[in-house]
């Protein structure tokens, strides 16, 4: 028999015929396959954001409680029973502006680490490339964003009619918040490609992950501003890529981050070590993972 449509044939009865072809390796051929799947990016998106209130009674409003009651609760704590200054803007607003961008990346990163073994019954089945799941689930850290954007927005607000002050204002260092944006969801992404193979293994992986981030939360410049870390120690802070990406949002928007070329240099160094890497073992390990689900 031959192994591909006889060429006689007419050419609408070639359009019957499926080409089956072995997977092809090399950078180059995955990014061609991701863009020929890109349409299930949106679909597996929207699964995931969907499945943040499904079978719920309150729908997004209890998605909207579930960011600002803990951002409220905590910033009166940590800023009006212990308070831990802002230098500089009221420290709610200095809170909501920290917490914003480890909202996404939390958020972001417990999906992602479990995108493989939610759709467990799918990727056994049918094929299509298994890094778009990690990709699409950092889909619901944008929508939790995007309540915390509301609330600073509102707040701002608050503060103008309070104070008569505009603590954000419409300036070119916004698109250093932006950035700031693209380089935590790459991050995210980065940590998710070793944590979701993981995961599909070994089911205690997001317990892991969701015990270890209040500690990693506490190691970033959230509650309190880099200045009160002692300068001698400031370099511990900048081994962690999450301290560079929230002080970057932080001086974006409110102006008053901490940064130099040092520290930036340094946890964009690391996130593309963890991003190459991460690739590498996404790549290497995704069918041996798939098989144990």
Not at 136 to 150: E, F, I, M, Q, R
């Amino acid at each position: 028999m031959p192994s591909g449509p006889d060429a006689s044939l007419p050419a609408d009865a070639l359009a019957d015929f499926w080409v089956i072809e072995p997977r092809q390796h090399g950078v180059l051929s995955r990014v061609r396959e991701l863009w020929y799947y890109r349409y299930l990016w949106w679909y597996f998106a929207s699964q995931s954001v969907a499945a943040m209130w499904r079978r719920t009674k309150l729908g997004w409003i209890w998605l909207f409680m579930r960011v600002t009651a803990p951002v409220g609760f905590s910033a009166l704590i940590f800023g009006g029973l212990l308070g831990v200054q802002s230098n500089g803007p009221p420290y709610f607003l200095f809170f909501v502006c920290g917490t914003a961008t480890w909202i996404l990346f939390e958020r972001s990163l417990l999906v992602v680490t479990r995108s493989l073994e939610t759709n467990r019954t799918l990727v056994t089945k049918v094929y299509f490339p298994r890094l778009l799941l990690p990709m699409s689930s950092v889909a619901p850290g944008l929508l939790y964003l995007a309540v915390l954007l509301t609330v600073m927005v509102i707040t701002v607000l608050y503060y103008r009619r309070q104070d008569g002050i505009w603590y954000i204002t419409l300036r070119p260092e916004l698109l250093v918040s932006v950035l700031a944006v693209v380089v935590c969801l790459v991050f995210t992404l980065a940590v998710g490609l070793w944590t979701s193979v993981l995961q599909a293994r070994y089911k205690d992986v997001r317990q892991g992950l969701r015990y270890f981030m209040p500690f990693w939360m506490y190691f970033t410049p959230i509650i309190y501003p880099v200045t009160i870390v002692p300068e001698q120690w400031r370099w511990l802070l900048w081994l962690n890529p999450m301290a560079a990406v929230v002080e970057a949002f932080k001086w974006g928007t409110l102006g008053v981050g901490h940064l130099n070329p040092s520290s930036i240099a340094t946890s964009l160094s690391l996130i593309a070590l963890t991003l190459v890497s991460g690739l590498w073992f996404f790549n290497r390990e995704e069918a041996a993972s798939i098989d144990k689900l």
